[in-house]
């Protein structure tokens, strides 16, 4: 789960890391009525979106006066903010963010994510901020600077200090370096973050360390024991057939084709979208109903898929282990019964109580294709597909 900008701040401030004063705008005036009561002559007005690339696409705004304060805000709210980072539709602008302008003197970029293969927490920085870190990859790669940190450890006070001088940080900031990145890693890992970026992490020209953008995502895994953190969700910046699905315990990924895909286990649902691709169909999404569903998930599951304006035909591929194919069967049923299904849907049903399964779709009288391969299955949903738009 990502978060917006200025909650992921308030959460690192917490944790001793130096951020410009700010408060959060719904309206113009409230922007207005924020910046007056940080005072000062220079004001930042940030879009909150769950996506970066906001300056050069607008969403940053250096304004001087009452009047550009509100002027920047309501350009900003309401629109859908389109960035390198999002797609062609863009984000929703509901709130923004108004900051103290800060007067920069050298940007930093700091990173903390998890590193699969060393199964470990790693720090990436660089001295080249505020771009991508994709693009610092790309053309400084060797500006890119990596510790891994031991868990049993934790992120101990000499790497920091050495990461300090690998940035050639002036002595006098290194302490509030070694501050801010421990403060950054506590975050982290009292938190069950997958990641935390600072980009751009600036020298002020006062000799302050401030961290001017922050970015923060967590693992949805954990999201039960972190209440706090799960009241941050901001649905209107989700897909909406991500999130519906979500909230019924669904694992769902939205893709671009046309065949709604549900089945068990990621394995089999990579398995299946490659051989619907053979077949010279594309899949509209992968849903999985995961172990032991009940009719009434399958039921819940098919509701998800068929929301979805995209899916013109619908292919069900379990193959039972601790799932029961009578059940999945049961669940097809009662969606044809429950809700409107206008399209195709072909059903591939194999192992636990797989008789009982296709016994129920037979004399169910629906018309529903069966198919007893996967790629007998892909074909009749990519034939019934070509069928219905000829
Ligand atoms: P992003 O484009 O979504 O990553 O948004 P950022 O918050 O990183 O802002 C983009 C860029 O705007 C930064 O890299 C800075 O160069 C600039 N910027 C943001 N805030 C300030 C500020 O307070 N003062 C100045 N001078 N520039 C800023
Ligand atoms: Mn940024």
């Known amino acids: 789960m990502d978060i917006h900008e200025y909650q992921a701040k308030e959460i690192l401030a917490r944790f001793g890391v130096t951020v410009?004063?700010?408060?959060?705008?719904?309206?113009?005036?409230?922007a207005s009525y924020c910046a007056r009561e940080i005072g000062g002559e220079r004001w930042v007005v940030k879009a909150q979106i769950h996506a970066g690339g906001r300056g050069e696409a607008g969403g940053v705004r250096l304004c001087r006066t009452d009047v550009e304060i509100m002027q920047a805000a309501a350009d900003m709210l309401g629109r859908r903010l389109v960035t390198r980072q999002t797609d062609q539709r863009g984000k929703l602008v509901g709130r923004v963010y108004v900051e103290a302008a800060t007067a920069i003197r050298q940007e930093l970029y700091l990173g903390l994510v998890l590193d699969r293969a060393?199964?470990?927490?790693?720090?990436?920085?660089?001295?080249?901020?505020?771009?991508?870190?994709?693009?610092?990859?790309?053309?400084?790669?060797d500006s890119l600077l990596r510790i891994v940190i031991d868990p049993a450890s934790g992120l101990v006070e000499f790497q920091a200090r050495e990461l300090a001088f690998a940035l050639a940080l002036d002595s006098g900031l290194v302490p509030k370096f070694v501050r801010l990145l421990r403060g950054a890693y506590r975050a982290f890992r009292d938190l069950d973050a997958t990641m935390v970026e600072i980009n751009p992490l600036v020298v002020t020209e006062g000799g302050e360390l401030v961290a001017l953008d922050c970015k923060m995502s967590f693992d949805d895994n954990a999201l039960f024991r972190r209440p706090r953190i799960a009241e941050l969700r901001d649905r209107s910046q989700e897909d909406p057939r991500e999130s519906a699905a979500a909230d019924r315990g669904l694992a769902y990924v939205g893709l671009d084709g046309e065949i709604g895909c549900m089945i068990n286990g990621a394995g089999l649902a990579m398995a299946t979208m490659d051989m619907i691709k053979l077949a010279g169909g594309a899949p509209a999404n992968f849903l999985d109903i995961g172990g032991g569903a009940s009719p009434e998930r399958v039921l819940e599951a098919f509701r998800v898929v068929l929301g979805d304006a995209n899916v013109k035909a619908m292919l069900v591929n379990i193959f039972a282990g601790i799932n029961r194919c009578d059940w999945v069967a049961e669940g097809v049923v009662a969606a044809f019964r429950e809700l409107d299904v206008k399209i195709p849907v072909v059903v591939r049903l194999s192992?636990?109580?797989?008789?009982?399964?296709?016994?129920?779709?037979?004399?169910?009288?629906?018309?529903?294709?069966?198919?007893s391969t996967l790629a007998e299955a892909a074909e009749k949903a990519v034939a019934a597909l070509r069928t219905r738009s000829a």
């Open 118 to 141: 060393a199964e470990r927490i790693m720090v990436v920085a660089s001295r080249s901020g505020g771009m991508d870190i994709e693009q610092i990859a790309a053309e400084s790669p």
């Open 351 to 371: 192992g636990t109580n797989v008789e009982a399964g296709n016994r129920i779709i037979a004399e169910s009288g629906l018309p529903i294709v069966t198919a």
């Open 20 to 30: 410009p004063a700010g408060g959060l705008a719904y309206s113009p005036e409230q």
